[in-house]
């Protein structure tokens, strides 16, 4: 769980997010693989990243906690250079690709975006112009937590997706 402190929302009627607030993020353990792709590659290489991890997860007897994330390290236009993963709730033993991590304590800026994944874009530069607005300097890093996706629903108008950006202000 995390200490919530809420923000007023800006009036936009056609907001693609939620309104921003800012949370402390709680440590969490995640099995983890390290990808370093291009833009074009992430429909092909994300499910296969998925389906190896769930397998070693499941060699293991570990439970992912809820669905997957993307923890995004380096974004630049051409590429994608994040950790793909799942939050666990013990350490996971490495093999192959997948690798034990943990996202960290910080302070983020949270936001929900409601839609199809090729909405993401838009949705994350308006958690950034809220930033800017308010005052808000990101980190390098950002994570996306898919918590409803195509595995809950086939319809994308039902798909969620948490967006965290840390600040350091």
Not at 142 to 164: K, R, V
């Amino acid at each position: 769980m995390s200490d919530i402190t809420p923000i007023p929302a800006h009036s936009q009627s056609h907001s693609m997010i939620t309104a921003p607030y800012i949370t402390e993020s709680v440590a969490q353990l995640t099995a983890v693989i390290h990808l370093d792709i291009a833009r074009s590659e992430m429909q092909q290489v994300f499910p296969l990243a998925v389906n190896e991890l769930l397998s070693v997860l499941s060699a293991q007897s570990i439970v992912p906690q809820g669905s997957a994330f993307a923890h995004h390290l380096v974004m630049t236009p051409e590429r994608f250079n994040f950790e793909l993963g799942f939050f666990i709730n013990t350490h996971v033993q490495a093999s192959g690709r997948v690798q034990a991590g943990q996202l960290p304590a910080v302070k983020v800026v949270r936001s929900v975006y409601q839609g199809d994944y090729d909405g993401l874009h838009a949705a994350w530069g308006e958690l950034m112009a809220w930033m800017d607005a308010n005052g808000h300097t990101p980190a390098a890093d950002l994570w996306e937590w898919y918590q409803i996706g195509p595995h809950i629903s086939a319809n994308p108008a039902d798909w969620q997706t948490e967006l965290n950006r840390p600040i350091v202000d």
